[in-house]
């Protein structure tokens, strides 16, 4: 029952019926002592002490403690009795006690009513097996057995009864209520102490001493009684000493992160269910410290035979930590509530230290502008994915860069240039998938982290996804802006014993493409270079198109600022793989040097760039150089210095030239400047590339023999800024004096060609002339234009290869 009063009418008839039981049979006790036994007082009184005190020690019928029946004592001081009183009045005198201890207890008179009424019908019951079967002569052991096994089926069955009027469906069949073992354990470990105390009697009645019989029984029951409260005193404080040590443990150690969905969590930094984690430990240290049938945290306060505790900490789920116990179970005791009380402060202090904390590790693992992780929690995360992935899953890091931002920053403002970032990440958190991860780790720089992959061509295709979401054209005060992202791509196909080398190949990866940029790589448009270092799949790609000569070029022009023609083109290598799609030149480049193929790569595509040349001539004459990208240390005649030599005889009247990057060149022999001295004396010029980017250093410009400097963007993207002017105009002097020629790259404008020419500049390379095309494209543009530097704005304007 909820309460013993009930809230239905078969309740209150039950409550009713056990209270006139135990009133009537206590009254006709009392009457019958007052008439007939009053000389007999000290064995009453004694008689109900001792039946009170056997009433607090309980015997439970079921393995889990304060949810299952339980049975008292107290109906042996019937059999003490029995040399004094009658049946009856032993019987009224025991419930008289039961009730009296009942009210001391837990001060609820229905409580104490009904479980004096049960030892009453169980009584009841006893005396009637005796009454039925005294006849039969059995032995005085055997009876009281039996009449003893009567009680205890009775009492079962009447809390058998009210557990399960009392108690909701899921409760009903949520656990046993009995063990056999126990059951059988306590029925004859009550029959037998009452068939000794049956035995222990008669003697004493020998002798025609009855209240001598009585005392010698009621004396060591009284014993046997205080000795089991003790007991039970003590287990109960030394489990609700290590309870609390423990619940305070096991609270200061909850986790503040949890799982999501069964797994681990990729990042942590924003607690979650953390409430639900604490009121879970909560609720079991308050099971496993005050002893209860039920914990919970709600908003209303204790109820009758409930204790409760006030929680701070609302968003628990209430404003109250409550414990309840069976009405027929031990009372709740003023320790009981002191250690409730001391773990819903616990739970309180935990709470608020934890949300303080998670509030800090939040905001130091956050970027305040996106709201995304930053690199720590980035970091985490990888290590965190990688370390739980299965060995074959794969995963892919994506290193992007928002192309031009600082000129976008500084032209629009600092706070349209937040606008920029912010849009970027939330469409970057738009556009991956619920286990993906999305990050920004520095100024315009994010990375996303693919997981649950199967290839390589899968992660093409949505790095390719995200690249087109992220995109679109984005308005920002008014100006609609088109980001352009340079994405750098690394695939792990298994588990990484280092994994922040996957980061720094994507980072190199997305270098590359910059550096792509600056060389004349598309520069309008964004762009994924895929990083070839660890995937089996990249070497035979790159291998099958090498070996099987099926690589292809693209051919940007160098203009003369002078006379406004096209005198020179560029060839940049391409391929296109049938399944990943374009390979990035870089990734290209980087991968055939790894395989070795290098050199045979640079005679496929001089062979090609040499041949495209003539038939570019045959059309327009004024073509007369063309341009192939190599290492310094590829001129070497035992690499492709020779093979350079003998294709530069079978075309005499056009020029190749070498352009050397200016990083191959910080370190070369003697040998490479004394072949490059050669090279320029049978007609082959060299070129110096890149220069200006962040390698450069005026020790290149005299380090190596050359023809033409060719100007790395990065000095020409502000030709307002006097500095870059006056750089441009001392290196065209050291030009003029060192007899070598000048080129700019980068020029993506008239106005940055009108500032060139001003300066001196005569001649100069950059989408401003035209971007990379096909050999089919330049000799179609050769056939309609000529060698015109610009083109009419719709020529222009058509699709790069």
């Not at 007991?231 to 999501?260: C, D, Q, W």
């Not at 900490?313 to 116990?325: D, E, N």
């Not at 490059?676 to 380090?703: E, F, K, N, P, T």
């Not at 309609?784 to 009419?792: D, K, Q, R, S, T």
Request: aromatic share 6%; hydrophobic share 50%.
């Amino acid at each position: 029952m909820e309460t013993i009063k009930g809230a239905t009418a078969v309740r209150r008839l039950v409550f009713g019926v056990f209270t006139l039981l135990a009133l009537a049979l206590i009254v006709g006790a009392v009457i019958d002592f007052t008439v007939d036994h009053l000389a007999q007082w000290p064995i009453a009184v004694f008689g109900v002490l001792c039946a009170g005190l056997l009433d607090v020690p309980r015997l439970r019928l079921g393995s889990v403690p304060h949810r299952t029946p339980m049975v008292s004592l107290p109906i042996v001081v019937v059999l003490a009795l029995e040399p004094v009183f009658p049946p009856i009045v032993a019987l009224g005198l025991t419930c008289l006690g039961v009730l009296l201890v009942g009210l001391m207890r837990t001060r609820r008179p229905e409580v104490a009513l009904y479980a004096a009424g049960m030892v009453g019908m169980g009584g009841l019951v006893s005396i009637g097996v005796l009454v039925t079967l005294e006849p039969f002569g059995l032995p005085v052991f055997l009876l009281t057995a039996v009449v003893t096994l009567g009680y205890l089926l009775t009492v079962m069955l009447i809390e058998g009864i009210r557990r399960y009027v009392d108690r909701s469906d899921a409760e009903r069949g949520a656990e046993s209520a009995y063990s056999l073992p126990r059951v059988a354990l306590v029925f004859v470990s009550y029959a037998v102490l009452c068939a000794l105390i049956s035995e222990w009697s008669h003697p004493f009645v020998d002798v025609r001493n009855s209240s001598i019989a009585a005392a010698a029984t009621l004396v060591p029951l009284a014993v046997i009684g205080a000795w089991a409260i003790l007991i039970l005193r003590a287990r109960a404080m030394r489990r609700r000493l290590a309870g609390v040590v423990a619940g305070v443990i096991e609270l200061n150690a909850t986790n503040h992160y949890t799982k999501s969905g069964g797994e681990v969590s990729p990042i942590t930094i924003a607690p979650a269910n953390t409430s639900a984690d604490l009121a879970t430990v909560l609720l079991s240290a308050v099971s496993a410290t005050v002893g209860v049938e039920s914990a919970s945290i709600r908003s209303e306060p204790a109820g009758r035979g409930e204790i409760d505790a006030p929680l701070a900490i609302s968003v628990l789920g209430g404003q109250y930590l409550v414990a309840r116990r069976d009405v027929m179970d031990f009372p709740f005791t003023t320790d009981d509530r002191r250690a409730l009380e001391a773990l819903a402060h616990t739970a309180d202090v935990v709470f608020t230290a934890r949300e303080s904390i998670g509030g800090l590790t939040i905001r130091a693992n956050t970027d305040p502008l996106t709201g995304l992780p930053n690199y720590g929690a980035f970091q985490d995360a990888l290590a965190n994915i990688n370390d739980h992935r299965d060995y074959s899953e794969a995963l892919a890091v994506l290193f992007i860069d928002l192309d031009d931002f600082k000129r976008m920053n500084d032209r629009y403002g600092h706070q349209a240039g937040d606008e920029i970032l912010s849009e970027l990440g939330r469409r970057l958190s738009a556009v991956v998938r619920p286990y993906d991860v999305v990050a920004r780790v520095g100024g315009d720089e994010f990375v996303v982290i693919l997981t649950r992959l199967s290839s390589l061509a899968e992660a093409k295709v949505l790095a390719e996804r995200i690249m087109e979401a992220s995109g679109e054209p984005l308005a920002v005060g008014g100006t609609v802006l088109n980001p352009i992202l340079s994405i750098g791509l690394a695939y792990s196909a298994h588990r990484e014993t280092d994994v922040n080398q996957l980061l720094r190949d994507a980072d190199r990866s997305m270098l590359a493409i910059k550096k792509s940029r600056r060389r004349g790589g598309p520069a309008n448009e964004s762009s994924i270079n895929i990083s070839g270092h660890r995937s089996s799949q990249m070497n035979d790609i790159v291998a099958r198109a090498i070996d099987e000569d099926l690589l292809e070029l693209a051919f940007q022009p160098i203009v003369s600022l002078v006379t406004g023609q096209i005198w020179a083109f560029e060839a940049l290598v391409r391929y296109t793989d049938p399944e990943l799609g374009p390979l990035s030149p870089p990734s290209l480049v980087e991968k055939a040097k790894s395989l070795g193929r290098l050199d045979a790569l640079t005679r496929q595509v001089a062979l090609k760039a040499m041949a495209a040349a003539a038939d570019f001539r045959l059309i327009e004459p004024r073509i007369v150089c063309m341009t192939i990208n190599v290492e310094a240390g590829q001129i070497l005649p035992q690499r492709v210095g020779t093979f350079v030599e003998e294709l530069a005889d079978r075309y005499p009247g056009i020029s190749l030239c070498l352009e050397l990057n200016e990083r191959s060149v910080a370190r070369v022999s003697t040998a490479v400047r004394a072949q490059a001295d050669h090279l320029r004396d049978i007609g082959i010029m060299i070129a110096l590339d890149d220069y200006g980017s962040q390698d450069s250093s005026v020790d290149a410009l005299v380090r190596m023999p050359m023809d033409i400097l060719k100007i790395d963007k990065s000095l020409v993207d502000d030709l307002d800024d006097v500095r870059q002017r006056e750089v441009l105009t001392a290196l065209q002097g050291f030009g003029d004096n060192l007899e070598y020629s000048m080129i700019v790259e980068g020029v993506e404008n008239e106005a940055m060609a009108e500032h060139l020419s001003l300066l001196g500049i005569r001649s100069a390379q950059g989408f401003h002339y035209g971007v990379p095309r096909s050999f089919e494209k330049t000799l179609a543009r050769l056939e309609e234009f000529g060698a015109a530097a610009v083109l009419p704005v719709r020529a222009a304007v058509e699709p790069a290869r």
